[in-house]
């Protein structure tokens, strides 16, 4: 089955500074990735998503990379606010047709310092 | 903006009962799942349900758990004998499509098995 390891699982940064989590899945059918941000208590929400015929997408100062080759995926922050502190947990997902395999990294967390 | 709601927020349970928890995803939407987060970890796949039949679950959706559509709105996820390690927050999502498409989480019940 598929296996998604994510690093690290804490991450401090300086508010203005950048963010950087790596995820790697070993399925090479994975074909969609998505990334969750999840304050405490709360439910997981999407931030940005990749699909595999593409390499990067940006949406302001959020951005996903995908190596299909190397099967891994970054989730970059740029310019982080104290805001942005949370735990994000990648996914790999495989969807063929009405089958569907759904698979979370382990999660980071994310603390951006004032 | 329409959400996916689930009730009870938290259910307080005896080892050896049966709990239904219950979830309305959003109205258009075709695809449902149910997930669960053990306090401090990831999030686990537990299952997706798709034109009234389980598409896909995980090695943890044993006989003690099942998932029905009663009607044309609610997605139930029953747990026949509940056991210690069955406390989790359990989150139901869902999506317009499959697969490469968000899924939108709802804010979880949070289970107590005592």
């Known amino acids: 089955g598929e296996n998604v390891e994510q690093h690290p699982s804490t991450l401090s940064v300086q508010e203005g500074d950048s963010a950087v989590i790596k995820c790697t899945y070993s399925d090479s059918a994975s074909n969609y990735f998505p990334w969750y941000k999840q304050e405490l208590g709360k439910r997981p929400q999407l931030i940005i998503d990749?699909?595999?015929?593409?390499g990067e997408k940006k949406d302001q100062r959020i951005a996903v990379t995908l190596n299909k080759t190397a099967k891994h995926f970054s989730l970059h922050i740029t310019e982080t606010q104290p805001e942005d502190s949370a735990v994000y947990f990648c996914a790999a997902i495989l969807n063929s047709g009405g089958y569907q395999k759904v698979t979370f990294g382990t999660g980071t967390k994310l603390q951006v310092i004032p | 903006e329409p959400e996916v709601t689930q009730t009870p927020s938290h259910q307080v349970t005896q080892m050896g009962q049966e709990v239904i928890l219950r979830c309305v995803p959003i109205s258009n939407h075709l695809y449902f799942y149910w997930y669960r987060q053990i306090l401090g970890q990831k999030v686990e796949f537990l299952v997706s349900?798709?034109?009234?039949?389980?598409?896909?679950k995980s090695e943890i959706f044993d006989d003690q758990f099942s998932v029905e559509r009663p009607d044309g709105s609610n997605f139930t996820l029953k747990i026949r004998s509940t056991k210690l390690e069955d406390s989790a927050m359990y989150f139901c999502?869902?999506?317009?499509?499959?697969?490469?498409?968000?899924?939108?989480f709802g804010p979880g019940t949070r289970l107590t098995v005592t």
């Open positions: 990749i699909r595999s015929n593409v």
């Open positions: 349900f798709y034109n009234n039949e389980i598409s896909e």
């Open positions: 999502a869902s999506s317009v499509v499959g697969g490469s498409y968000e899924q939108y």
